[in-house]
T-cell receptor
């Protein structure tokens, strides 16, 4: 069953703690993305990776970090420096970074910081 | 700054009514255009996309969209909606960005009354 998996579905953390969100894909895609979804604001790009061992900041990278050590995995760490971390986080992937490649999305992780 | 606007935040229709959701972007160069849909509890999925050619594109589930370059618009239409079309709809645009980066609109929540 091919696709993108994100875990966990719901995540609760105390303020000041770092937390890592998982994203795995078995589509053999080179490019992967992290978005944040807030009501009324659509999706905003946090980080993206065009290929293994490379990643670039998106529009709202402050307070987040990523790694891309394996093609199939692109974990996102929400650090204590992120001022408003409570949100719905979506991971996506595409075959390559060509601007005509469709991005496919995972089910998302809802993070609540208490 | 490059942006994508969806002016209708909430739309309520009765079944069999016609639908048109607006999408405008601010970029004068070549664009690639997408409409995504997020059904309740499901992944964000692609409805349709436009890269070049016929500006009227057809997607899944009877949806279509028309690219009007002079108006910087890519409106989504469906002649007759069904209750199952209840979802949130997102317009996304690649505005000449490297790395297949998409800029999303704020989304439109559609509720179809049976």
């Amino acid at each position: 069953d091919g696709g993108i998996t994100q875990s966990p579905k719901y995540l609760f953390r105390k303020e000041g703690q770092n937390v890592t969100l998982s994203c795995e894909q078995n589509l053999n895609h080179d490019a992967m993305y992290w978005y944040r979804q807030d009501p009324g604001q659509g999706l905003r790009l946090i980080y993206y990776s065009q290929i293994v061992n490379d990643f670039q900041k998106g529009d709202i990278a402050e307070g987040y970090s990523v790694s891309r050590e394996k093609k199939e995995s692109f974990p996102l760490t929400v650090t204590s420096a992120q001022k408003n971390p409570t949100a719905f986080y979506l991971c996506a992937s595409s075959m390559s970074d060509r601007d005509t490649d469709t991005q496919y999305f995972g089910p998302g992780t809802r993070l609540t910081v208490l | 700054a490059q942006s994508v606007s969806q002016h209708n935040h909430h739309v309520i229709l009765s079944e069999a009514a016609s639908l048109e959701l607006g999408c405008n972007y601010s970029y004068g160069g070549t664009v690639n255009l997408f409409w995504y849909v997020q059904y309740p509890g499901q992944h964000l999925q692609l409805l349709l996309k436009y890269f070049s050619g016929d500006p009227l594109v057809k997607g899944i589930k009877g949806f279509e969209a028309e690219f009007i370059k002079s108006k910087f618009s890519f409106n989504l239409r469906k002649p007759s909606v069904q209750w199952s079309d209840t979802a949130e709809y997102f317009c996304a645009v690649n505005m000449g960005n490297a790395g297949n980066m998409l800029t999303f609109g704020g989304g439109t929540r559609l509720m179809v009354k049976p």
